[in-house]
């Protein structure tokens, strides 16, 4: 009996039970909030639970990646849906990697012209909301550019328009998968090598061209599989038939719109992390290195880059994921993502509480996903104390 | 004994430096400095080269467009279809509608007036003309006047929220936003870091999945599913219901902010604050509190511009905000053709505030490290 009187001399009786009274209010709450909702949802007719993921969704979706038809089930939109969301997060994510890094270091670069032009572009971006981008890009300048019969045609078989970006589809014909194949292989080759010639280099004091070696077999192997396999590749491209053009790959303009629009803001913030980053580094280990005589290339490869990675990539992990939440305002523009479908579901059937409560979960998902693999890199890029 | 050699005479050698030579000309003066900017070897040449063809392309069209091509006067015949030149006309002619949406015209002095002293405010604020303490004591005491202002009641003839718009409507949302998240922030902040394991656990299941989803799908949760929730006949409008969502999402983000400036607090404060005698909510408000946020000012006036920036999407909840105005006046039959003017003028502003509340962030920084 002597325990709990300890715990009341110290207050932690009070505090237990000041918390189990806190767990009990908010059960309490939830249990109101739930009749609520229940009497609600009678009032206005409306079901609950996920049985109407197997009904006919009706409703056409346009820029699919996989097969669709307005007679498939509602589950299935959704699913359209979520593949349009990862696939916008996924290429955009790299294609904002890339911008990112060249306005970067185009703001450190020692050129004043470029590196004003690179701040003029990052404070202009950063500074208006992303809505407004779409809506431009959208609304005047993709809409802006010639119709299908008088199409843009930059080099052959891509033609632009404002029905789309069509590109030539390659066809793979018998044999493609031993090409492949010599990729694979190619990149295993060369990754032996690179690991290879590091034993070799601590060994015998001489450095190998591994990267030449290795970038020779990832390309050369692949080629000369594809000309001994006799080119198992041919392109489909896109005609001009009746009002529209037919074939090839299409970008409609809802997804290069949000494609534009998100690479291009999300963009300004990296570099400005990519700049932050590169700063970071101590300019007397450039000078260092300099007198040393290291080279210019292995100073930025060995030097500067792996040491401005460790600021860098933490602040691009959070662009990362609000790049991802911001796939989301492809509502606004039409492009049917996971937020877009999910809107004309609940316009159907009035489901809202079910399908923000999938939104929710699918969103934090990816941005879990995104986490675990931006911690791995940043514990692989952080300084190993000895 | 060697006689010391004589210092005097003719013959001694004074080292006279000959004057300096002038800097070679082409490292001073302009010449000197286009070299050592754009001109230091080829590459830089090139990029320099490939910049300014890249200005010549963009910045005389763009001028010639904005400026010298551009219709200032007129009504809305004076741009015809397909006319080459921005035609501003179209801008003063829908200005009342983006700034205040359909409020009624004969009670416009109202959000003028209150409009008027919230310029003032920011600009006293933003020149440092006041003391901090009253500063923020004005600021939020003055959404209520300004409710009451813009509302009606109590005297002045009630104006129904579904005829507000406008960058009133964004301003409004941004900084009521902006007012009530930051307490609620540094609540949940401090409920983040709590020893009561429940309190804790509360506080970091808000913060953590409102982070983690779009705003977006929070302004659905709000305008859709938050009637569900309420008593059956019990109504909020709709207004109401998305800021109440733009508050807990802008709440989630400024506990993070808080919570890196309570991170930065030595834990001496607290010994020396508990060896005083204070309590817990003595030690955070009188001690914690204001060095914390003192920490993270610029943090917060980066939160402050991504709200306001974050405020554009009420448009897809069916609110007219600026931005929504902005895409309703460009579909003005009357007024075919202008998004692009529209579109420009609603990035300017939006620009203009951002740019000035991010400066203004930066001054306050440098102002830190000088101290």
């Known amino acids: 009996m002597n ?55 009706g409703f056409p979706i346009s820029n699919t990646l996989v097969p669709y038809s307005p007679a498939d089930t509602y589950g299935y939109a959704f699913f359209i849906g979520i593949i349009n969301t990862l696939y916008v997060a996924f290429l955009g994510i790299i294609a904002t990697t890339f911008i990112g890094i060249f306005i970067g270091v185009a703001r450190v670069s020692s050129n004043w012209l470029v590196a004003k032009l690179a701040e003029i572009y990052v404070e202009t971006l950063r500074n208006i909301p992303l809505l407004l981008i779409l809506f431009f890009t959208y609304g005047v300048v993709l809409a802006g550019l010639p119709g299908p019969r ?6 052959f078989g891509c033609f632009i328009n404002n029905r789309g970006l069509y590109l030539p589809k390659p066809l793979f014909q018998n044999g493609f998968g031993f090409v492949l194949l010599a990729l694979v292989l190619g990149i295993i080759i060369a990754y032996i090598v690179s690991r290879w010639s590091v034993i070799y280099r601590d ?11 290795g970038s020779g077999v990832i390309i050369g192997l692949p080629v000369i599989t594809y000309f001994a396999m006799g080119s198992p590749l041919s392109w489909e491209i896109a005609v001009f038939k009746g009002f529209n053009f037919q074939g090839g790959i299409v970008f409609r303009p809802e997804f290069s719109a949000l494609m534009i629009g998100l690479v291009l803001y999300t963009a300004a913030f990296i570099g400005e992390n ?34 401005a990675f460790r600021v860098i990539i933490p602040a691009t992990t959070n662009d990362y994921t609000s790049l991802v939440k911001n796939s989301s305002l492809a509502v606004a523009i039409g492009y049917p993502d996971m937020v877009s479908v999910g809107g004309t579901i609940i316009g159907q059937n009035d489901q809202a509480i079910e399908i923000i409560g999938l939104w929710m979960a699918v969103y934090l998902a990816i941005n879990l996903v995104i986490s675990i693999i931006m911690n791995w890199v940043n514990s692989k890029a952080q300084l190993v104390e000895r | 004994m ?50 300014l063809g890249l200005l010549w392309q963009t910045v005389p069209p763009l001028l010639s467009w904005a400026i010298f091509d551009a219709v200032w006067t007129g009504g809305s015949d004076a741009c015809p279809p397909g006319y080459e030149g921005a035609c501003w006309v179209f801008i003063f002619n829908k200005f009342r509608v983006l700034m205040v949406g359909l409020y009624p015209g004969d009670l416009l002095w109202r959000p003028m007036l209150a409009g008027g002293i919230f310029v003032t405010l920011a600009a006293v604020t933003v020149l440092r003309l006041m003391n901090p303490g009253k500063l923020i ?107 109440i969502g733009i508050i807990l999402f802008s709440a989630a983000y400024m506990a993070e902010v808080v919570r ?3 991170q930065a607090i030595s834990l001496g404060q607290y010994d020396a604050a508990k060896s005083l005698g204070l309590n817990y909510w003595k030690t955070t408000a009188l001690i914690v509190l204001p060095q914390a946020l003192r920490h993270v000012i610029p943090s917060l006036i980066g939160r402050c511009i991504a709200l306001f920036k974050d405020t554009s999407l009420v448009i897809i909840v069916g609110l007219l905000d600026f931005l929504g105005m902005v895409k309703a006046s460009a579909q003005d039959p009357e007024w075919l053709g202008h998004d692009t003017e529209a579109y420009v003028f609603c990035a300017l502003v939006f620009w203009i505030i951002c740019f000035s509340m991010s400066r203004y962030g930066r001054s306050l920084e440098r102002q830190k490290e000088e101290e």
Do not use: H
Not at chain 1, 150 to 155: D, G, I, K, Y
């Open chain 1, 3 to 57: 325990i709990p009187l300890r715990m009341l001399k110290g207050g932690r009786l009070v505090g237990l039970f000041m918390q189990f009274a806190v767990v009990a209010g908010i059960i309490y709450l939830g249990y109101l909030l739930f009749l609520n909702t229940q009497a609600n949802l009678e009032a206005r007719n409306i079901a609950s639970g996920f049985g109407f993921f197997s009904v006919e969704a």
């Open chain 1, 150 to 155: 008088s199409s843009l045609n930059p080099f």
């Open chain 1, 203 to 213: 060994r015998a004091g001489i450095v190998l061209p591994s990267g030449w070696i």
């Open chain 1, 274 to 307: 990519v700049r932050s980053g590169i700063q970071s580094v101590d300019v007397g280990q450039l000078d260092a290195a300099k007198s040393f005589g290291v080279s210019k290339g292995t100073i930025m490869r060995r030097i500067v880059l792996p040491q």
């Open chain 2, 2 to 51: 060697n006689t010391p050699p004589s210092w005097s005479g003719s013959s001694l050698l004074v080292f006279k430096p000959r004057p300096s030579l002038p800097a070679p000309r082409q490292t001073v003066g302009i010449i000197g400095w286009l070299r050592t900017n754009l001109f230091n070897g080829w590459f830089n040449s090139l990029l320099t080269v490939i910049a």
């Open chain 2, 137 to 243: 004591a004005l600021w939020f005491l003055l959404p209520l006047p300004f409710y009451w202002l813009i509302a009606g009641g109590l005297g002045l003839t009630a104006v129904d929220q579904s005829l507000w718009g406008g960058l009133m409507l964004s301003l409004g949302l941004a900084t009521i936003g902006v007012l009530i998240s930051l307490p609620l922030g540094i609540l949940l902040a401090l409920g983040r870091r709590s020893n009561v394991a429940i309190v804790k656990s509360i506080c970091v299941g808000i913060i953590e999945p409102v982070r983690g989803v779009p705003l977006i799908t929070i302004l659905f949760m709000a305008s859709v599913m938050m009637p569900l929730f309420l008593p059956v006949g019990l109504n909020i409008n709709n207004l109401l219901r998305v800021q």
């Open chain 2, 260 to 262: 890196g400036g309570l």
